[in-house]
């Protein structure tokens, strides 16, 4: 069964690439591909940043020299 052709879209032209026409389709018959991109999107940035500990690590920190291989 052809996707329903695309509906306008301001700031887009009006034109729907065939790629973009088959992503729309597929993310259409799988929805499980949407939701596991957003878990895993907060899995590797939407996270809590513990900012004493950050603070913590840049005081550690040892300063490395501009050149190493001297």
């Not at 009006?14 to 878990?39: D, I, K, M, T």
């Not at 895993?40 to 291989?69: C, N, T």
Request: charged share 35%.
């Amino acid at each position: 069964m052809p996707a329903k052709p695309e509906q306008y879209r301001p700031m887009a032209g009006g034109y729907v690439s065939e790629f973009e026409q088959f992503l729309n389709g597929f993310l259409a018959e799988h929805p499980e591909v949407q939701e596991e991109r957003q878990r895993g999107w907060y899995i590797w940035w939407d996270h809590r940043v513990d900012l004493d500990e950050l603070d913590k690590q840049r005081q550690d920190a040892v300063a490395r020299k501009p050149y190493s291989y001297e």
